[in-house]
């Protein structure tokens, strides 16, 4: 990218000098930048599928390839037709991989059962880089406060809609997320910012974070300059799933 801005400037300033020397007319091809050319990725068949270059995290077996528990030992969650769910008091998963900027699919679904209610049925969450959790709960009909309930970034920023499918039903998360940049002296370049669709719809659009989740207080933003971190699903008591994991790195 930066590649190709510094050839446009040049390519501007050189017909600027030109320009100074003898009027000269524009021609479309002037400003039509060819190299490098834009990399060819294949989708998938579907917007859910992985695309060729993506790192599919869970392909709906082998949990133990890409994940680990909080101490880097086996996950303890239940692998089983095809997703992954939480085993209560297991703790939560871990990616080994570490990112930065990404986008993230990954489909999540809360109990067929639906028992308890506010912020006790089908809870679980996804924090992007170890931090900043992205709330996964049952909200169908269940109501909870607002900046905690599915689709928001946890006491941070409330999701736009509510677009919840019935309990028991596999609902999606499209991430895109960029990591902080930092000054030298540690302090916010910019905050980590994240944009969210979930079930296709828009729930978050390019919301900033305000420093890493809290359930208690008010979050910090100069807490920790952080580098590349995992991905962490948590494990909040409820038996929620998770399947088609796939991630790019941006
Ligand atoms: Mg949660």
Redesign the pocket.
């Known amino acids: 990218m930066k590649i190709q801005i510094l050839a446009f400037l040049l390519l501007f300033a050189a017909v600027t000098v030109v320009a100074q020397e003898e009027p000269m007319e524009m021609k479309h091809e002037m400003t039509e930048v060819w190299d490098p050319e834009v990399a060819v990725v294949t989708p998938g068949e579907t917007t859910a599928d992985a695309p060729s270059d993506a790192i599919v995290l869970f392909d709906g077996v082998d949990l133990e390839n890409e994940w680990t528990n909080g101490d880097g030992e086996q996950p303890g969650w239940i692998v089983a037709d095809g997703c992954a769910t939480v085993k209560k008091g297991t703790g939560i998963i871990k990616t080994k991989r570490v990112f930065n900027d990404f986008q993230l699919h990954i489909e999540w679904r809360t109990p067929a059962e639906a028992t308890g209610k506010s912020q006790g049925r089908g ?3 996804i924090f992007l880089q170890e931090r900043y ?1 992205l ?3 049952d909200n169908y009909e269940n109501r909870t406060y607002r900046n905690g309930q599915a689709g928001s970034f ?1 006491k941070q920023h409330p999701p736009l809609v509510n677009v919840c499918k019935k309990p028991g039903v596999w609902q999606t998360y499209d991430i895109i997320y960029t990591a902080p940049r930092y000054n030298n002296d540690g302090t916010f370049f910019t905050p980590p910012t994240a944009t969210v669709l979930q079930n296709g719809v828009l729930v978050q659009n390019n919301v900033k974070m305000r420093g890493p989740t809290e359930f208690i207080g008010i979050p910090e933003y100069f807490v920790e300059k952080h580098g590349p971190a995992s991905l962490v699903l ?1 494990d ?1 008591g409820n038996p929620v799933s998770y399947r088609n994991i796939w991630i790019r790195e941006l």
Do not use: A, F, K
């Open positions: 809870n679980s969450g959790e709330q996964v709960l946890y948590q909040h």
